[in-house]
T-cell receptor, first 111, second 116 residues
Framework: GDSVTQMEGPVTLSEEAFLTINCTYTATGYPSLFWYVQYPGEGLQLLLKATKADDKGSNKGFEATYRKETTSFHLEKGSVQVSDSAVYFCARGNTGNQFYFGTGTSLTVIP | SAVISQKPSRDICQRGTSLTIQCQVDSQVTMMFWYRQQPGQSLTLIATANQGSEATYESGFVIDKFPISRPNLTFSTLTVSNMSPEDSSIYLC?????????????FGPGTRLTVL
């Protein structure tokens, strides 16, 4: 069935390190793909999205490219900051606007 | 993006009681959803709140336990009935479907529920 598989955490990085959080999906057709971020004690915020193959979503230094051939939407950031410490969720939409979320990846960035 | 508010932001409740959570959006939206996020877990969709008709529940969730109202296009409530400690979670409202929000979901800040 349709699903989202996300890299398990927790992930701990030093400040200015490179970040990759893997996400792959299964779906019929070409769903929109999203990354959401949840900072401690807060709700989910949309971080970035891509609505078709080869689209690159970007925001706050984070990027993710919609790869149809590998059914992936990996999140990357070249230089993480302490303020990036949060839980990151990969998600995909479907035609009914229902979303499927990955299990979340907790990121801790240490100074 | 839409501005979504939830009330209450948190509550501590006794076993066997019920709590109603409100979700208010600052613009009319086609679809509203209720999710549960148990401690350390991902989001689980409880139901889709349909305006003017009964909510559509996901497998494992029933109307008697989680009655939902959607009286108009900007407001919905979720009630957690006859609570037990296992209901301790964050409950999140989300919206999608207006022209400027098409194919995206935006989330409210969540309601943190602790059941003793």
């Amino acid at each position: 069935g349709d699903s989202v598989t996300q890299m398990e955490g927790p992930v701990t990085l030093s400040e200015e390190a490179f970040l990759t959080i893997n996400c792959t999906y299964t779906a019929t057709g070409y769903p929109s793909l999203f990354w959401y971020v949840q900072y401690p004690g807060e709700g989910l915020q949309l971080l970035l999205k891509a609505t078709k193959a080869d689209d690159k979503g970007s925001n706050k230094g984070f990027e993710a490219t919609y790869r149809k051939e590998t059914t992936s939407f990996h999140l990357e950031k070249g230089s993480v900051q302490v303020s990036d410490s949060a839980v990151y969720f990969c998600a995909r939409g479907n035609t009914g606007n229902q979303f499927y979320f990955g299990t979340g990846t907790s990121l801790t960035v240490i100074p | 993006s839409a501005v979504i508010s939830q009330k209450p932001s948190r509550d501590i409740c006794q076993r066997g009681t019920s709590l109603t959570i409100q979700c208010q959006v600052d613009s009319q939206v086609t679809m509203m959803f209720w999710y549960r996020q148990q401690p350390g877990q991902s989001l689980t969709l409880i139901a889709t709140a349909n305006q003017g008709s009964e909510a559509t529940y996901e497998s494992g969730f029933v109307i008697d336990k989680f009655p939902i109202s959607r009286p108009n296009l900007t407001f919905s409530t979720l009630t957690v009935s006859n609570m037990s400690p296992e209901d301790s979670s964050i409950y999140l409202c989300s919206v999608s479907g207006t022209t400027r929000l098409y194919n995206e979901q935006f989330f409210g800040p969540g309601t943190r529920l602790t059941v003793l």
